[in-house]
């Protein structure tokens, strides 16, 4: 059965940091891609970022390139998205999807067949 399991949001000042964990299990990083994604009330839900199975490349939106950071430990299941220099445009509900495509596109999701619960991100404006 495979389930996703996100933790570690937050609310932080604007420049801070947190770490999302997207805790995933019915299957191994290597078979398939991660993507993240956000929702901001009132907003279509945005592609942030995607992790290859087939060589841990990454993809990102253009909203968060140079801010975002998202690595894999295949050892423990889990995939992380480090974010730094928070922003309050930032603030959104994040969500991991498993990409059994191997496209890791974030623009058309529409291959992203499981998701996690989301994990609630806030920076204050």
């Known amino acids: 059965q495979v389930q996703l399991v996100e933790s570690g949001g937050g609310l932080v000042q604007p420049g801070g940091s947190l770490r999302l964990s997207c805790a995933v299990s019915g299957f191994s990083l290597d078979e398939y891609s991660i993507g993240w994604f956000r929702q901001a009330p009132g907003k279509e839900r945005e592609g942030v970022s995607c992790i290859s199975s087939v060589d841990g490349s990454t993809k990102y939106g253009d909203s968060v390139k140079g801010r975002f950071t998202n690595t894999r430990d295949n050892a423990k299941n ?48």
Do not use: F, H
């Not at 930032?90 to 890791?104: I, S």
């Open 78 to 125: 889990t995939v992380y998205l480090q974010m730094n220099n928070l922003k309050p445009e930032d603030t959104a509900v994040y969500y991991c999807a498993v990409d059994r495509t191997n496209w890791c596109d974030i623009v058309n999701p529409w291959g992203y067949e499981y998701w996690g619960q989301g994990t609630q991100v806030a920076v204050l404006s």
